[in-house]
Each structure stands twice: as structure tokens, then as C-alpha cells.
């Protein structure tokens, strides 16, 4: 029987066109999806125990491989002859600005991993789900990111958001990362289903779910009617503002932020944002520049409730938990800022946010799993009292990432906000620079408040406590600072990448320009 | 009005009609049907045998794992058998990705093995 | 020669960057070690100011009008922004006062250190401090000088809120969050004014050079220049503070540990005059024109108001504070006329408000150190019982009510009479009358300053501390004191020392104005 299966295999006619993969092209997926499959097999497969943080170091590892395998793609999409390219029948785009998203991703599995280490130590619950999860979130992300289709986008989507799904619920023993779980997950399959929807509605008014192929038809056709499209792109943005936690669909974000276990938020609030903008922007900017004058105002009236919502609820808050969700709230509305400047410099703002972003709030969240207690609990501000006493190298970790979120000069957070307006008065929108500004004063005085509640003296500060710092955890704050306070003086080098990132997204007046080589024959 | 809003128009119209069509249909169903409701007409229908209990009776929260496991296989099969017609069209490339897949799967229910969800317990 | 090149290259970046050098250097002394910790701070400091002392003594003052010690390096290129620094006649008094002021402090504080003792964090908050007043002084691109200018902010916030008094929390917020109020409008202007002047170079004399080109070809709209100036007039007008921004200064005043206090008042108040003159007037004089009659209008309301404040106060630290808000309203003023003449005396106003309230709050704070309350009414007798302090506490008091002869003189009587002869733009009659509400607040001034001396220093002490032993000036505060307290002296008998620096840039800028319409 075998024989005849060879025979037939050796004969076949190949009546099917076999896609040309260029492999080096999706390395960095398939090293984040081996890896998490292997690490999988390793667990199911080794009888005993292995030794606590193999899997932690195996998951740095691996994302550290990835970022390897992206850097000759780096050097490849910067190389003037050769530049950006399609492949697998043009559903994924290797250009600058997939593999800035994939290095700042998985930078945020790296942190949210070092992170995770001591975590899961603490609470008991050692094992390799966590991280075999986020390494398949991650590869979702950068799927997302470098995806040059709709359908392709939506499966990155779903990849990264099941993953974190099972992430926020991952606390077994605590109500609460049930709750968490739940609720993300019932308001993100409702999302994936506007996402999905949109794709259907873009495929009937445009003929193609490539997003090339969109954006070619839309420049090139006129559009006697384009309510199709426009309902799609409303949809699609839905999709988008959900995963993000713009407002108005924010709702989930301060309750899950709360109740999923601590390192898992560290990954929600960097790596997940990071995917979510990276396909806001290719999708809107990609294939729907024709539409600017379309969403430029939605997005205007989403990044204003958004930095609102973000910056005045969280006044109101006592969890440093909730703070920083409706921080990361606020944070996602200044990168709207530069979304809706739809210009070159606005794309290179966004990416430099995301990336400064990152490193902020996965070290603010590696200081929230340290401080917290067995059970994941102790994260309200008055367990922060004191904390200048008990530790006084992370409490002014803590203070530093927190005055960068509210950026202070010298911080990376300072330059973040700096080209968000830079873009946003470019563009001409001075009044949205002028909210967002306003919406970071209000926002700061959360961060102090913490700051205040970690550094004030008195009669109200509890008694010495001592607070285990593992050594993976203090890794992960480190890097962050050192990212953080260096982007901060010299902001040069992430700005000139972010810069090199940019130019692609944005076809100019000839659509074809983007990359005609990806664009596989039409049919 | 502006071709600009005229697009948005459309959208509302559309949105509406979906609506309309629903309500419509619904209340031109309940218009034409005839009415005559008796206690047996709201029982569940359980292929044919009376229900036991009411439709909100708990079931073992340890079938829902079989359930999982289930559809799990049951997704596998709707891509092994259409593969398996047209083996020779999709060549040694074709075998491969399928071999990947199904090595995906495998490794997916080892590990529930190795978890002990597969034991009754 | 090689010594002067190498001065005219690092100097001025040598000057800024040894007290952050120097606090950098305290985190690694570890904690126990507090001599090693002060002295390294104050050798720090001292550092600072021996590269500034040699900065300004080979300095040009024939030439003052032009930035002198340039250098221009690429620093962000991707934002056009450079590390241009400078130094001419206007930043040469302010400069001086900052490397003088940040020593004294320390030495002040040598002994007697604010609860929770902890002197390393001090330090170094006090050396990032003056690394971030200076940088402000001498930064010559919008940018850095944005970035000095934030610097500024936290080590301020720090001091208040971990060593201040006991509402420390609510007013080292209060004053956090009305400065970076404020520096959000002013980024936005600074960016939207790059833009405007060409989006090539946010050096400040490019800019400047951009608005009057494009002012001079007409193609530039009034009412972009007012909106800019108007966010600036936030940022700047909140840090001097002009009324009604002022309400921070109070409470951060009353609320600071002495030396925080010192140099919140010496320093710190002048960074927002400072940045008017170097800033908003210097780049969008037209705007200026448009705005001078608003903020003169706010300096007379603050002079007023200020003083009225004073007469209302119980604590004397609370009523410096005050005080300063009306003095500040004089620098204003000054700088509202937008005259040589005004301008001028604006920027003695400064120097002289820097010293003469820097010592009156190292006063407040030695009067605690001894008390333990600023209550004015459990105050009384001071003359008796430590007749140095009461004294110098007197003279300082008489500085600052403006007596001919001591320093205070010089930054109000000009002030007033530059109202009585405004730039040709603006007008006369509202000057005028601007002038005569703030003599009038002259006279309200040394009501409560005096009503403030004879009520502390005056008569027997109080029950609760007759038979308190109340130790006078200390050796430590002699060093602290006596540098501040001639140079009161000498700036009242000379005032020509800071009008001969400050002239000639400033003539040039008030011909600008008297050029315009």
C-alpha cells in the first residue's frame, strides 16, 4: 500500500500551484510556534520535574532566537536593492515596520517572561502552559503585524487573543482571573465577530481581502457607493479598538487587568497592544489611505474618549492595578494621537510610543508581581506604603517607570509623548495636542500618588515587610530601566529605526509602488 | 447632501433594512400562522422520548473535556478526508503539512494524557 | 590659549553636568559614610562653581549682547533638535546666582538635616537640581532648554514631598501638577512654533530668525502668534507665578524643607521670568505686544493681591511666600513695559528677589530650627533673645521692602517708573495706571514687612519660650548667610555690576520693540 502511495506522490502532477514560502521571511513565527509546540512535547514527555526555570530561560531563549532570525530580515527590508517583500501569495509583508512590531514584541515576551519566572514559583503553580501560551500569542502578534491580509490578519488575531484568553484565567485558585477570563473572553469573541464581519463587508465593496489589493482597487475605481467599505472599516476598527482597549470598548480592560495574574497583564498591556496597533495601522494606513478623510475623524472623536476615559477613571482608583489599566488606557489614546495624524511621521510616533511603551509598562508590571503577595493579592495602593523602606531599589525602579509613563524629560516616555504631538501639530490637529497634553497632566498625578503612597513617611506606614525580589524579576526590571532611562537622553538610535520602519505602510500616489513584486498575478 | 454623507446613507439604509427584513418576516409569520398553543408544543424536543428533569439540569462538568477532546478529532477528520481524495494533486507537499498537522493534534492529546484529563476520575 | 579653547568647549557643559556628575557619584558612597557623602556634594557643587567663576571671568562684557562659549552639537537629529549652549549678558546674573546659592544651601544644611534624616538623597536631589537650573540658563535650543527646564520639577517634588512639613503630600503635588500643567501647553507651543518658523532647527535664535521672516513677509497670522504665545505665558506664567496661577507657591513654600525653600524662591521663581525674556519676548515679540497689557494687568493684580495676602497670613513662612508673589508681579511688570528700561530692571528684580528671599526663608528656617513654629503671634522678641538673627533678620526685611541702598531698591523702583514710559505699542494710559496701583503696593509692602518684623523681633518673648535658651546665628549659617547678605549690600550701593551686564543685550531687544507698531 505504501508503495502505490509513493508511487502516486512521485507522479503527481502537481495540477496545484505550490506556494513559494520564502521561510526566512516567517522565521520568527515558526521559532515562536516551534518552540511553544517543543516546550509542550518537553512537559508532556519528561517524567520528573524539570528544574524550576528551564522553561522561563527555554522561553528567553527562543525569543531571543526570533529576534536573530529577524535580524538579517532587518538588514534585508533596509538593503536598497532587495528591500520589503510579499510571500505566501502576498498574505504576508516582510517590510520595516513587521519587523520593528516583531522586535518590540518579543521584547514583551522576554520581560513578561522573566517576569512570570519568580511569579509562578510564588503561587505554586510551576509548569510550562504560561509560557507555551504567550509564545503562541506572540507568534499571533507578529502574525498580525507583518500580515498582508485580512484573513491572514484575523487568524493572527484569534491566535493571540485565545492564548491571552486562557492567560487572564490562568489562576486557578483566584475568583477573580476567573472572572477575568471570562469576561475577555465572551467581549473578544464578540469583537472577532465585528473583526470578521468587517472582513466580509470589505471583501464584497472591494473584491479582495489583500490588503495591496484593496488599497490598488480603491485608488483605482471609484466608488459610486462606498457604504459597504465604510461599514467594514467601522467593523474592522471595532475589532481593532477592542484589542487595544480604546474607548468606548474598553470596558474589560480595568476588571481583567485586575484579576489576571500579574505577569499575564504585563504581556496583555505590552505585546497584545503592540499587535493591535501594528494591524490598526497596516490596515488603515495600507489599504485604506484613500479613505483618510473617513476615519481621520472617527479616530479623532475614539483617541479624545479614550485619553479622557483613560486619564480622569483612573483618578478614582486605589488598586495600582486598576491605575495602570486605565493608564494603559490613556497611553493607548495617545497613540490614536498619531494613528489619526495619517502621515509618515505619525506611523514612525506610534511605533516609537509602542516600543518605549512597552519596556514601561512590562518593568511597572514586574514590580506590581514582586510586590504583591502569595495569591496574586496586595496590589491595592496601601501595600504600597513603605515600600522606599522595604525595597528601596525597586520602589525607585517603580517611581522611575512611572514618572517615564507620565512622561517626564529623560525618560523614553518624555520622547514618546514628544512625537505623538510633533506628528499630531504636523498634521495640523493642534487641538488634539492640546487634549492629549492636557490628559497626561491629569494622568500624572496617579503615578504620583503611587509614588507618594511608596515614598511618604508618617504614622500610617505599616510595619517592615520582607519582599522577595527573584532574580529573573530584578533581570526584567533592569532591562527595562536601562531601556527606558537610555532611550531617554539619546532617543536618536529607537528614532531612526522607528523612522527606517515607517516609509513602507505608506503607499504614495501610485498604490502599485508599496511592493508589485509581492502582488501575485490576478487571476 | 454631500456625496460624503450620502455614503454614510447607505449604511444607515442598510442597517435598517436588516432590521426591517427580520421584523418583517417575523411578524408575517405570526400574522399568517395559526395560533393554538397546548402544554405538549413547549416540551423540548429529545428525539421523540419525553425529557427528564428540566433544560437547565446540570450536566458533569468532566463531559465537557470529551466534548473538547471531541471536536478536536472531529475538525482533524474534516481536513484529513478531503486531503485524503485528492492525495496525489497535493503531492510529498501536501503529505508534509498534513503530517505537521496531524503531529500538532497528537502532541495536543498527549499532553491531555499526560494532564490526566483523559481519566475518569 | 589652549586653557581659553578649552574653556570656550566644555566650560559651560562642564559647569552644568559636574553636579549631576557629582550626584552620581553620591549613589555609589554608601549610606553610612555622611561626611565623605557631604563633602563629595559640596565638592561637587564647588566644582561647578569654580569651572562657572572661570566661565564668567573670562566672559566678554564689552560685547554682552552676543552668546559667548556657543557650542553646537548634533544631539537628536531626528528631531532637529541640538545641544546649542550659551551664555550672554541676560543669563550671566542668573547663572552667578544659581552657582552661589546651590554651596550655601548645603553648607546651611551641613548639620541640620530635614527629617527623615537621609542626607545621600538629598544631596543628590539638591545636585540634579542644579545641574537642571543651570542647563535652563544656558540652554540655547527649545528642546534642551524644555528638558532643563522639566529637570527642574522632580528633585523640587521630592524635597517637598518626603521632607516637607505636614500637608507635604498635597503640596508637592499641587505644585507638580500646576508646573507640568503648564509645560504641557508650552511643548505644544514650542512645537507648533517650530513648524511655524520653517520645521528645521529648534535652535532659539533660528526660530526667532524664521517669525521675523515670515513676519516680514506678511505671511504669518497674528492670531497663530498670540496662541503660541499663549501656551508659553502658561508655562512660564505658572512657574514665576502671576496671578491667579500662584496658588501652588504657598502651599509648596510653607510646606518645604528650609533649603528647598531657598532655592524655590532664589532659583526656581526665575526660571518662568527668565524664560519670558529669553523665550517668548526674544521669539515672538509681535505676539508680545499683543499680550504685554494681560500680563502687566496680572502683575499689578499680584502685586496687590500678594500683599493683601501677606497682611492676611499667620505664618511667617506663608507670608514670605506671599511676599514673593508680589515681588514677582514687579518682575513682571518690568517686563511688561517691554522696554530697556522695564526689561532691565526686571532681571535685577530677579537677582535681587533671589537673594533677599532666599535669605528671608533661610531665616524661616532657622527661626523653626530654634521655635519649632512660624506662628507669628507665639513669635515676639527676637532681639532679645537672639539680637544676630533678629537683626540680619531686620536688614534682610528692609531689603525686601525696597529701601534705597540695599539691592530691593533696584528691581522695584525701576520696575514702576519703566509703567510710566511703556514701549510706543502699548499704551500709555494703562501703563500708567499700572504704575500707580503698583506703588501703592510698595506702600502695602512694607506695611506687612514691617508689621512682620516688629511683630517677631519686636518686644519681650512670648511666655512659652521666656525661659527658652534660643541659640544665635550658628557658624554654619554665618558662611551661609554672610555671602548673600553683602551681596545685598553691594548690588544696592552698585546696581551698576548687573545693569552694566545685562544692558546691552537687553538694549537690543527693547529696540525691537520700540521698532514695533
Sequence with gaps: MLASLWQQLSDSPVPIDSVDLAWAGLAPVMILIGGALLILAVDSLVPRRLRPGSYALATVLLAAGAMVAAVPLWQRVQDAERGPFATAAGAIMVDGFSVFATFVILSAVILAALSFDGWLRREEMDGAEPYVLMLLSASGGVMMASANDLIVMFLGLEILSIAVYVLAAMHLRKITSQEAGVKYFVLGAFSSAFFLYGIALIYGGTGSTNLVRIATYLSATVLGDSGLVLAGLALLLVGFGFKVAAAPFHFWAPDVYQGAPTPSVAWMASGVKVAGFAGLLRVFYLAFSTYRLDWQPVIFVLAVLTMLVGSVLAVVQTDVKRMLAYSSINHAGFILVAVQAATAAGVQAALFYLAAYTFMVAGSFGVIAVVSRKGDIGTSLDDYRGLSRDRPVVAFAFALLLLAQAGVPLTSGFFAKFYVITAAIEAGSSTLAIIAMITAVISSYVYLRIIVAMYGAGDDVPAPRTIPLPAAAGLALVISLTVTMSVGVFPGTLASLAERATPVLIPESDPGAVDPSGVPPGP | MSDFLRDYLTVGIFGLTGVALVGLLLGLGSLLRPTRPQPQKYINYESGVDPVGTGWGQSNVRYYIFALLFVMFDVEAVFIFPFATRVDAYGWFGLIEMGIFIVVLALGLLYAWKKKVLRWV | ?517
Excluded at chain 3, 556634594?41 to 554682552?64: K, M, T
Excluded at chain 3, 531665616?363 to 507669628?376: M, N, P
Aim: proline share 4%; net charge negative.
Design chain 3, 1 to 517: 590659549m589652549d586653557n581659553n579653547e578649552f574653556l570656550t568647549e566644555w566650560g559651560l557643559t562642564l559647569m552644568v553636568f559636574l553636579p549631576l556628575a557629582g550626584a552620581l557619584l553620591l549613589m555609589v558612597i554608601p549610606k553610612a559614610q555622611e561626611q565623605m557623602i557631604k563633602v563629595a556634594a559640596l565638592g561637587a557643587a564647588l566644582a561647578s562653581g569654580a569651572v562657572g567663576v572661570a566661565v564668567l571671568a573670562n566672559f566678554n562684557y564689552d560685547s554682552s549682547e552676543k552668546l559667548q562659549f556657543v557650542v553646537n552639537r548634533n544631539w537628536i537629529e531626528a528631531i532637529h533638535a541640538n545641544y546649542i549652549v550659551g551664555i550672554d549678558g541676560l543669563s550671566v546674573p542668573l547663572i552667578a546666582l544659581t552657582l552661589l546659592i546651590t554651596p550655601l544651601v548645603m553648607v546651611y544644611s551641613w548639620n541640620h538635616f530635614p527629617q527623615p534624616h537621609n542626607p545621600q538623597a538629598f544631596l543628590i536631589l539638591m545636585l540634579v537640581l542644579a545641574t537642571g537650573m543651570l542647563g535652563t540658563f544656558v540652554a540655547q535650543d527649545l528642546i534642551l532648554f524644555f528638558v532643563f527646564f522639566e529637570v527642574v520639577l522632580l528633585p523640587m517634588y521630592f524635597m517637598i514631598g518626603v521632607w516637607g512639613g505636614e500637608q507635604r503630600q498635597y503640596a508637592s503635588i499641587k505644585f507638580f501638577l500646576y508646573t507640568l500643567f503648564g509645560s504641557a501647553l508650552m511643548i505644544v507651543s514650542f512645537l507648533a512654533l517650530f513648524f511655524v518658523a520653517g520645521g528645521d532647527s529648534f535652535s532659539m535664535v533660528d526660530l526667532a530668525q524664521g517669525v521675523a521672516d515670515r513676519n516680514a513677509a506678511g505671511n504669518l497670522a497674528m492670531i497663530t502668534q498670540v496662541l503660541i504665545f499663549g501656551g508659553m505665558f502658561m508655562g512660564f506664567g505658572i512657574k514665576v507665578p502671576m496671578f491667579p496661577f500662584h496658588t501652588w507657591l504657598p502651599d509648596a513654600h510653607t510646606q518645604a524643607p528650609t533649603a528647598g525653600s531657598v532655592i524655590l524662591a532664589a532659583v526656581l521663581l526665575k526660571l518662568g521670568t527668565y524664560g519670558f525674556i529669553r523665550v517668548a519676548l526674544f521669539i515672538l515679540p509681535e505676539a508680545a505686544v499683543k499680550w504685554a497689557p494681560y500680563i502687566g494687568a496680572l502683575a499689578v493684580i499680584g502685586i496687590i493681591y500678594g500683599a493683601l495676602g501677606c497682611l492676611a497670613q499667620t505664618d511667617m513662612k506663608r507670608l514670605i511666600a506671599f511676599s514673593s508673589v508680589a515681588h514677582m508681579g514687579f518682575v513682571m511688570l518690568g517686563i511688561a513695559s517691554l522696554t530697556t528700561f522695564g526689561l532691565n530692571a526686571a532681571v535685577f528684580g530677579m537677582v535681587a528677589h533671589g537673594l533677599i528671599t532666599g535669605m528671608l526663608f533661610f531665616l524661616a528656617g532657622s527661626v523653626k530650627d530654634r521655635f519649632h513654629t512660624l506662628e507669628i503671634k507665639r513669635l515676639g522678641g527676637l532681639l532679645l533673645q537672639a539680637p544676630k538673627l533678629g537683626w540680619i533678620l531686620g536688614f534682610c526685611i528692609m531689603a525686601s521692602l525696597g529701601l534705597p541702598g540695599l539691592a530691593g531698591f533696584w528691581g522695584e523702583f525701576p520696575a514702576i517708573l519703566s509703567a510710566y514710559n511703556p514701549a510706543p505699542a502699548l499704551s500709555q494710559e494703562l501703563f500708567r495706571t499700572y504704575m500707580v496701583i503698583a506703588a501703592f503696593g510698595t506702600v502695602l509692602a512694607a506695611g506687612y514687612l514691617l508689621w512682620l518684623f516688629q511683630r517677631t523681633a519686636f518686644g519681650t518673648p512670648s511666655e512659652e519660650f521666656a525661659d527658652v535658651e534660643i541659640e544665635d546665628v550658628r557658624v554654619s549659617e554665618w558662611i551661609a548667610w554672610v555671602p548673600l547678605l553683602a551681596l545685598i549690600l553691594v548690588l544696592g550701593v552698585f546696581p551698576n555690576i548687573i545693569f552694566h551686564v545685562t544692558d546691552p543685550f537687553l538694549t537690543v531687544m527693547g529696540n525691537t520693540f520700540a521698532g514695533l507698531k
